[in-house]
Protein backbone atom coordinates (compact mmCIF):
# COMPACT_ATOMS: atom_id res chain seq x y z
CA UNK A 1 0.00 0.00 0.00
CA UNK A 2 1.10 3.68 -1.03
CA UNK A 3 2.11 5.57 2.39
CA UNK A 4 0.50 8.77 3.06
CA UNK A 5 2.69 11.78 3.41
CA UNK A 6 2.18 13.80 7.12
CA UNK A 7 -0.25 15.81 5.41
CA UNK A 8 -3.18 12.87 4.74
CA UNK A 9 -1.84 11.59 8.07
CA UNK A 10 -3.34 14.60 9.42
CA UNK A 11 -6.61 14.37 7.15
CA UNK A 12 -9.09 12.15 9.86
CA UNK A 13 -11.83 11.04 7.94
CA UNK A 14 -15.90 9.18 8.98
CA UNK A 15 -17.33 7.64 5.71
CA UNK A 16 -21.12 7.47 5.72
CA UNK A 17 -21.25 3.38 4.90
CA UNK A 18 -24.25 1.85 3.47
CA UNK A 19 -22.47 -1.06 2.10
CA UNK A 20 -24.06 -0.24 -1.96
CA UNK A 21 -21.80 0.69 -4.80
CA UNK A 22 -21.55 4.63 -4.13
CA UNK A 23 -20.33 4.73 -0.33
CA UNK A 24 -17.91 1.81 -1.00
CA UNK A 25 -16.17 3.03 -4.20
CA UNK A 26 -15.83 6.48 -2.27
CA UNK A 27 -14.09 5.06 0.46
CA UNK A 28 -11.87 3.34 -2.16
CA UNK A 29 -11.15 6.10 -3.92
CA UNK A 30 -10.13 8.39 -0.70
CA UNK A 31 -8.68 6.12 0.99
CA UNK A 32 -4.80 7.11 -0.10
CA UNK A 33 -5.69 10.93 0.21
CA UNK A 34 -7.80 10.60 3.93
CA UNK A 35 -6.96 8.40 7.03
CA UNK A 36 -10.40 7.39 6.76
CA UNK A 37 -10.91 5.62 10.19
CA UNK A 38 -14.70 5.64 11.00
CA UNK A 39 -17.71 4.12 9.37
CA UNK A 40 -21.35 5.15 10.19
CA UNK A 41 -24.34 2.65 9.67
CA UNK A 42 -27.76 3.96 10.00
CA UNK A 43 -30.43 2.39 10.92
CA UNK A 44 -33.75 4.16 9.80
CA UNK A 45 -36.26 1.16 9.81
CA UNK A 46 -35.99 0.45 6.46
CA UNK A 47 -36.57 -2.99 4.77
CA UNK A 48 -32.87 -3.26 3.57
CA UNK A 49 -31.47 -2.80 7.06
CA UNK A 50 -29.95 -6.01 8.19
CA UNK A 51 -28.54 -6.89 4.95
CA UNK A 52 -27.12 -3.20 4.87
CA UNK A 53 -25.65 -3.56 8.03
CA UNK A 54 -24.01 -7.25 7.29
CA UNK A 55 -22.63 -5.55 4.11
CA UNK A 56 -20.81 -2.68 5.88
CA UNK A 57 -19.40 -5.02 8.69
CA UNK A 58 -17.80 -7.02 5.64
CA UNK A 59 -16.79 -3.75 4.38
CA UNK A 60 -15.34 -2.04 7.13
CA UNK A 61 -13.44 -5.12 7.92
CA UNK A 62 -11.79 -5.29 4.41
CA UNK A 63 -10.91 -2.24 5.12
CA UNK A 64 -9.76 -2.23 8.52
CA UNK A 65 -12.07 0.43 9.89
CA UNK A 66 -14.04 1.22 13.18
CA UNK A 67 -17.79 0.46 12.60
CA UNK A 68 -20.85 2.15 14.41
CA UNK A 69 -24.02 1.50 13.95
CA UNK A 70 -26.69 4.72 14.85
CA UNK A 71 -30.49 3.63 15.27
CA UNK A 72 -32.89 6.01 15.16
CA UNK A 73 -36.06 4.85 15.66
CA UNK A 74 -38.14 8.00 15.82
CA UNK A 75 -37.03 8.38 12.12
CA UNK A 76 -39.34 5.31 11.01
CA UNK A 77 -42.14 6.37 13.20
CA UNK A 78 -42.38 10.02 10.94
CA UNK A 79 -41.60 8.47 7.72
CA UNK A 80 -44.34 6.92 4.91
CA UNK A 81 -41.30 5.88 3.02
CA UNK A 82 -41.84 2.83 1.02
CA UNK A 83 -38.10 2.26 2.32
CA UNK A 84 -39.47 1.80 5.90
CA UNK A 85 -43.26 0.77 5.59
CA UNK A 86 -45.45 -2.03 4.38
CA UNK A 87 -46.06 0.23 1.06
CA UNK A 88 -44.74 -1.40 -1.92
CA UNK A 89 -41.59 -0.57 -3.28
CA UNK A 90 -41.32 1.49 -6.39
CA UNK A 91 -39.50 -0.60 -9.67
CA UNK A 92 -39.10 0.97 -12.83
CA UNK A 93 -38.03 -0.54 -16.37
CA UNK A 94 -34.10 -0.23 -16.87
CA UNK A 95 -35.22 1.80 -20.20
CA UNK A 96 -37.02 4.44 -18.32
CA UNK A 97 -33.72 5.13 -16.01
CA UNK A 98 -33.03 8.22 -18.26
CA UNK A 99 -37.00 8.73 -17.88
CA UNK A 100 -37.11 11.84 -15.64
CA UNK A 101 -40.84 11.29 -14.69
CA UNK A 102 -40.76 7.83 -14.17
CA UNK A 103 -38.28 8.08 -11.86
CA UNK A 104 -39.07 10.78 -9.81
CA UNK A 105 -42.38 8.45 -9.26
CA UNK A 106 -40.19 6.46 -7.64
CA UNK A 107 -37.83 9.03 -5.75
CA UNK A 108 -40.51 10.20 -4.33
CA UNK A 109 -41.64 6.74 -3.10
CA UNK A 110 -38.23 6.09 -1.24
CA UNK A 111 -38.12 9.51 0.02
CA UNK A 112 -36.99 9.73 3.56
CA UNK A 113 -37.26 13.03 5.80
CA UNK A 114 -34.58 14.84 5.85
CA UNK A 115 -32.03 12.05 6.06
CA UNK A 116 -29.09 12.99 3.97
CA UNK A 117 -28.38 16.02 5.91
CA UNK A 118 -29.69 14.16 9.47
CA UNK A 119 -26.82 11.58 8.50
CA UNK A 120 -24.40 14.22 8.14
CA UNK A 121 -25.44 16.40 11.01
CA UNK A 122 -24.49 12.54 12.80
CA UNK A 123 -21.56 12.38 11.32
CA UNK A 124 -20.44 15.77 12.63
CA UNK A 125 -20.92 15.28 15.87
CA UNK A 126 -18.74 12.67 15.87
CA UNK A 127 -15.89 15.29 13.73
CA UNK A 128 -16.81 17.73 16.10
CA UNK A 129 -16.25 15.31 19.10
CA UNK A 130 -12.78 13.77 17.46
CA UNK A 131 -11.26 15.96 15.47
CA UNK A 132 -12.51 14.32 12.21
CA UNK A 133 -11.40 17.01 9.50
CA UNK A 134 -13.48 15.06 6.57
CA UNK A 135 -16.79 13.47 6.27
CA UNK A 136 -17.16 11.69 3.34
CA UNK A 137 -20.38 10.82 1.51
CA UNK A 138 -21.57 8.37 -1.51
CA UNK A 139 -23.52 11.50 -3.50
CA UNK A 140 -23.37 10.67 -7.21
CA UNK A 141 -24.63 12.88 -10.31
CA UNK A 142 -26.79 10.37 -11.72
CA UNK A 143 -28.98 10.18 -8.77
CA UNK A 144 -28.51 13.81 -8.16
CA UNK A 145 -31.26 14.26 -10.90
CA UNK A 146 -33.70 13.09 -8.75
CA UNK A 147 -32.67 12.87 -5.73
CA UNK A 148 -31.67 17.00 -4.78
CA UNK A 149 -29.45 16.07 -1.41
CA UNK A 150 -27.02 14.09 -3.74
CA UNK A 151 -26.50 17.72 -5.80
CA UNK A 152 -23.53 19.51 -5.69
CA UNK A 153 -25.21 22.57 -4.75
CA UNK A 154 -26.56 20.58 -1.58
CA UNK A 155 -22.80 19.84 -0.66
CA UNK A 156 -21.45 23.20 -0.81
CA UNK A 157 -25.10 24.38 1.73
CA UNK A 158 -24.12 21.73 4.08
CA UNK A 159 -20.87 22.65 3.97
CA UNK A 160 -21.69 26.31 4.90
CA UNK A 161 -23.94 24.81 7.68
CA UNK A 162 -21.18 23.36 9.24
CA UNK A 163 -18.98 26.34 9.57
CA UNK A 164 -21.47 27.87 11.95
CA UNK A 165 -22.83 24.66 13.79
CA UNK A 166 -19.63 22.55 14.48
CA UNK A 167 -15.88 24.09 16.01
CA UNK A 168 -13.75 22.21 13.90
CA UNK A 169 -15.20 23.27 10.69
CA UNK A 170 -15.35 19.58 9.48
CA UNK A 171 -15.29 19.06 4.98
CA UNK A 172 -18.41 17.01 3.51
CA UNK A 173 -16.84 15.45 0.21
CA UNK A 174 -18.41 13.52 -2.35
CA UNK A 175 -15.48 12.32 -4.57
CA UNK A 176 -17.91 10.79 -6.66
CA UNK A 177 -20.58 13.97 -7.06
CA UNK A 178 -19.93 14.14 -10.54
CA UNK A 179 -20.33 10.41 -11.68
CA UNK A 180 -22.55 8.54 -13.24
CA UNK A 181 -23.40 4.49 -12.06
CA UNK A 182 -21.18 3.24 -15.05
CA UNK A 183 -18.38 5.64 -14.43
CA UNK A 184 -18.64 4.59 -10.65
CA UNK A 185 -18.18 1.10 -11.34
CA UNK A 186 -15.21 1.57 -13.77
CA UNK A 187 -13.69 3.45 -10.32
CA UNK A 188 -14.66 0.67 -8.38
CA UNK A 189 -13.04 -1.73 -10.57
CA UNK A 190 -10.20 -0.12 -11.18
CA UNK A 191 -9.96 -0.02 -7.03
CA UNK A 192 -10.53 -3.72 -6.85
CA UNK A 193 -13.47 -2.93 -4.34
CA UNK A 194 -15.14 -6.09 -2.92
CA UNK A 195 -17.66 -6.07 -5.28
CA UNK A 196 -19.12 -9.31 -3.85
CA UNK A 197 -19.64 -7.65 -0.76
CA UNK A 198 -22.21 -4.75 -1.93
CA UNK A 199 -25.97 -4.35 -0.75
CA UNK A 200 -27.36 -1.67 -2.58
CA UNK A 201 -31.16 -3.04 -3.01
CA UNK A 202 -34.51 -1.55 -1.64
CA UNK A 203 -35.90 -5.13 -0.54
CA UNK A 204 -34.65 -7.48 2.15
CA UNK A 205 -34.24 -10.72 0.02
CA UNK A 206 -31.23 -13.14 0.20
CA UNK A 207 -30.02 -11.85 -2.85
CA UNK A 208 -30.01 -8.11 -4.15
CA UNK A 209 -33.69 -8.37 -5.94
CA UNK A 210 -32.49 -6.90 -9.56
CA UNK A 211 -35.82 -5.21 -10.13
CA UNK A 212 -35.90 -1.57 -7.65
CA UNK A 213 -34.37 0.98 -9.25
CA UNK A 214 -31.80 1.26 -7.13
CA UNK A 215 -30.81 -2.68 -8.45
CA UNK A 216 -31.21 -1.76 -11.59
CA UNK A 217 -28.73 0.98 -11.91
CA UNK A 218 -25.93 -0.95 -10.71
CA UNK A 219 -26.74 -3.81 -12.82
CA UNK A 220 -27.07 -1.22 -16.18
CA UNK A 221 -23.79 0.23 -15.22
CA UNK A 222 -22.23 -3.11 -15.03
CA UNK A 223 -23.19 -4.66 -17.90
CA UNK A 224 -22.01 -1.32 -19.83
CA UNK A 225 -18.73 -2.06 -18.38
CA UNK A 226 -18.91 -5.67 -19.80
CA UNK A 227 -18.85 -7.31 -15.82
CA UNK A 228 -21.37 -10.15 -16.62
CA UNK A 229 -19.51 -11.91 -14.16
CA UNK A 230 -19.72 -9.54 -11.14
CA UNK A 231 -23.97 -9.28 -12.00
CA UNK A 232 -24.23 -13.64 -11.31
CA UNK A 233 -22.55 -13.01 -8.70
CA UNK A 234 -24.34 -10.66 -6.77
CA UNK A 235 -28.10 -10.84 -7.98
Not at 16 to 45: C, P, R, W
Not at 65 to 76: A, Q
Not at 84 to 98: A, I
Request: aromatic letters at 8%; hydrophobic letters at 35%; one cysteine or more.
Amino acid sequence: MKKMNMSNLQKKGIILLSGGLDSVVSLAVLKEEINIKLALTFNYGQKSFENELAASKRIADFYNLEHEVINLDWLYKISSSSLTTNSKLPTVKQEDLDNIKETKKSANSVWVPNRNALFINIAACFADSKNYTHIVIGANKEEARTFKDNSNEFIEAINQSLKYSTNNVPSVIAPLADFDKVQIVKKGIEHKIPFQYLYSCYSNGEKQCGECESCLRLKRALELNNRYDIISNIF
